[in-house]
């Protein structure tokens, strides 16, 4: 297992980490198969969406926060349930493809960590699973 190191700067942000995730599959020679990425944080979430315009970033944070607001009727005594909701929403694990040591995504498509307790240090942790092999 590789772990990525990956700084937030604002409270609420999606961060693109394909090319990070990409360079630990070159390091690593990884070539066919499947690369598991998982985040194991509470208020964090990872996802695959366009990169291409940004503005799709931000209207996916904006939609989050409409659905769970910073403030509301929360129970939580650390204040930060908006962002346990909104980790739950996205997810803390992908299942991404891997052909020819690369990722297989869509033409406009990037990974994104998903940051809502921020700004903080987090991991990813990045495992391989290989494909069988064809004879």
């Known amino acids: 297992m590789e772990r990525l ?69 929360y129970r939580h005594y650390e204040g930060n349930s908006d962002a346990h909701i909104k980790a739950s929403l996205t997810g803390s694990s992908l299942l991404l493809m891997v052909e020819g040591g690369r990722l297989r995504l869509g033409r406009w498509q990037r990974v994104f960590f998903a940051e809502f307790d921020g700004p903080r240090q987090r991991e990813v942790w990045i495992s391989f699973l290989p494909g069988e092999s064809v004879r």
């Open 5 to 73: 190191k990956v700084r937030t700067g604002e409270r609420e942000e999606l961060k693109d980490i394909t090319g990070e995730i990409e360079r630990i599959i070159e390091k690593k020679g990884w070539k066919d198969g499947a690369a598991h990425i998982y985040i194991p944080h509470t208020t964090a979430g990872i996802l695959v969406n366009e990169g291409a315009d940004p503005d799709v970033a931000g209207d996916i944070l904006r939609r989050l926060k409409v659905l769970a607001p910073l403030r509301g009727d």
